[in-house]
């Protein structure tokens, strides 16, 4: 079994529908995050979470909002998705780290969204 | 901030080493650098990280020079199983800064 799993895989969905997007892990680490893909461009970051208590915007949280629910959860909602929202989501994972492991992420497969 | 720069491309042959730059000019004392390889439609893998000097494992070598204003990823004997997108981080694990992926490099190793 993977170690971080998101669901839905893919989903489609109409413009203004509010959908969630989650993501669970194994791996027992305390921080978590949320990246975007567009087609050719790199991953952008969405929100982050170092622990179960904390949230963070990253650099492109405007229509999303997430929550942490537990260490192994966290979910990405778009509140009235729009069609330039239609892209590849990934959540991650990683632990503070010492030494030679500094905040080594670990992806999981991917949600591929299309706002119709 | 530390931003990163990488060629957008590369091309190379099976068999061959591959060298991958980045530049981070701006790199903080605290932070260290690593790479990952991304292939389409999965998420990002970790390849390697270091902080300075060099390092290797099993998939490949990271050399950093001592100014550490830029590093290279090397590959060895690449094959067509290598084609991907490399992505360079420079972060300290403090916080957001130094979390973004940007374009990355896209590899193509022909045949």
């Known amino acids: 079994d993977a170690d971080v799993t998101q669901t839905p895989r893919n989903r489609i969905t109409k413009t203004g529908k509010r959908i969630m997007l989650e993501c669970s892990q194994t791996k027992g680490h305390d921080r978590m995050y949320w990246y975007r893909q567009d087609p050719g461009l790199g991953l952008r970051l969405i929100y982050y979470?170092?622990?179960?208590?904390?949230?963070n915007k990253g650099e492109i949280s405007d229509g999303y909002s997430v929550s942490r629910q537990a260490q192994a959860k966290f979910s990405l909602s778009l509140e009235s998705a729009i069609p330039n929202q239609t892209a590849l989501y990934f959540c991650?994972?990683?632990?503070?780290?010492?030494?030679?492991?500094?905040?080594?992420?670990?992806f999981g497969a991917g949600t591929r969204l299309s706002v119709l | 901030l530390a931003k990163t720069t990488q060629p957008i491309s590369m091309d190379s042959y099976e068999g061959q080493e591959v060298n991958i730059t980045c530049s981070h000019n701006?790199?903080?004392?605290?932070?260290?650098i690593t790479w990952y390889q991304q292939f389409p439609s999965q998420g990002p893998r970790f390849i390697i990280q270091g902080y300075k000097t060099k390092v290797t494992n099993e998939v490949a070598s990271l050399f950093i020079p001592a100014d550490r204003k830029s590093s290279t990823l090397s590959l060895p004997r690449v094959s067509l199983s290598d084609t991907a997108v490399y992505y360079c981080l420079v972060e300290s694990g403090g916080g957001a800064d130094g979390l973004t992926f940007g374009k990355g490099t896209h590899l193509i190793i022909q045949p």
């Open positions: 991650a994972t990683s632990e503070a780290g010492t030494g030679a492991a500094k905040n080594i992420q670990y």
């Open positions: 701006n790199i903080a004392t605290n932070d260290y």
């Open positions: 979470s170092f622990d179960v208590k904390d949230i």
